[in-house]
């Protein structure tokens, strides 16, 4: 048993007493290691711990201002890895932040590499709850930044997606913020990001998440540039040079590139999918941000009729789609469960973090490397 938080449903953090089950690795990183496995109180539910060791910059932050624990505090969705608890442990003069969240089987990722297929109708249940995620996250300004299949868990059984892992996340206090133009994985990057643009918008994760959402449909990456200037030329010769009012809007400067006629989505992709597929794509891929379309309205799409038919599809599993349509809405509530405080004697966030991290000072070796 240790010392954590959970959190309350406007955001607040309150102290608990939180106990687990055995833990396996399912995930590793350069900075971080994802555990799944059983918790026990104070609510019983298999859960993915992320334990994510400090950096020079996080070294001397608390847990409850650690960026990515301050970001999920403040989203709650079905179609996200939801933050229920967190805690910290220190090790070798670090403090190492432990997340515990919502846990799903299998990474997009994953089963691509192992020749899983989805047939239409689960490509599209899976891309309306990508969006789903990304419109909750527009809503409280907030952009995920790296939007990839690796960051797409799944339970194929039951239909349902969610959105992982916010270490590059970041909050929008205005439409805009400043920040480096080298984010998100070059395959999913927008083309703002590739000409050097820094200020981000919610517009990156749409397009990012249309690739993602391509993927599902063609079993592909859809630009698969070899370093930053083949993925510019690659979407370039698909979408067309950046227009005047393009750069302008971008705020770029002019991209050293090939002029080519426009090749066009369908004619790259080899008319392989539905025309309203085709539609999607082509109001989400758009080489100006401020052009695309917004997550909420992507919802609206006719792409996605067939999963809003009632009595509801069956999906090749023989079960039935799942019931998503609630998951347009934006205020999702979340379980507060407070049956088991912590111990007396905890009475402010300085506090709790000093008391979990000496209760964890006699942490193996193992405990160590995570």
Not at 2 to 9: A, S
Not at 321 to 332: A, D, F, K, R
Request: charge should be positive.
């Amino acid at each position: 048993m240790m010392n954590g938080y959970g959190i309350k449903d406007g955001g607040e953090f309150f102290p608990v007493s939180l106990q687990f089950g055995g833990h396996k690795l399912c995930g590793s990183g350069r900075f971080s290691n994802v555990y799944c496995g059983q918790m026990i109180g104070p609510i019983q539910k298999e859960v993915a711990v992320k334990n994510v060791w400090s950096d020079t910059e996080t070294r001397h932050l608390p847990t409850t201002q650690y960026p990515e624990v301050q970001i999920l505090s403040k989203v709650f969705h079905p179609s996200i890895s939801n933050l229920l608890y967190f805690y910290s442990r220190n090790a070798n003069n670090k403090t190492i932040h432990c997340l515990v969240l919502d846990y799903l089987p299998s990474e997009m990722a994953k089963l691509r590499d192992q020749g899983v297929k989805f047939d239409v109708l689960d490509a599209k249940l899976y891309t309306f709850q990508l969006f789903c995620a990304i419109s909750h996250l527009a809503s409280k300004n907030i952009v995920h930044m790296d939007i990839k299949p690796q960051n797409v868990i799944m339970d194929r059984m039951k239909g349902l997606l969610k959105l992982a892992d916010f270490g590059n996340a970041r909050r929008l206090e205005t439409s805009e913020k400043t920040g480096g133009a080298y984010q998100v994985t070059r395959f999913y990057r927008p083309p703002e990001l590739l000409f050097g643009c820094e200020k981000f918008t919610s517009a990156i994760d749409i397009w990012s998440a249309t690739c993602v959402a391509f993927e599902l449909f063609a079993n592909r990456v859809l630009f698969r540039g070899k370093d930053t200037k083949d993925q510019i030329m690659l979407i370039t010769g698909v979408l067309g040079y950046p227009t005047d009012e393009d750069i302008k809007s971008m705020g770029v400067k002019r991209p050293r590139v090939a002029r080519k006629e426009a090749r066009g989505i369908e004619t790259f992709t080899s008319k392989m999918l539905d025309p309203d597929m085709y539609e999607f794509m082509k109001s989400t891929l758009k080489i100006d941000p401020k052009k695309r379309k917004t997550a909420i309205d992507v919802l609206k799409m006719s792409v996605f009729d067939v999963i809003k038919v009632v009595p509801r599809k069956k999906r090749s599993n023989g079960a039935e789609l799942p019931n998503v349509i609630g998951y347009t809405e934006m205020n999702h509530k979340r379980e507060c469960v407070e049956v088991e405080p912590a111990p007396a004697g905890i009475e402010t966030t300085e506090k709790a973090e000093k008391e979990s991290k000496s209760s964890s000072s006699h942490s193996t070796e193992e405990e160590t490397r995570k």
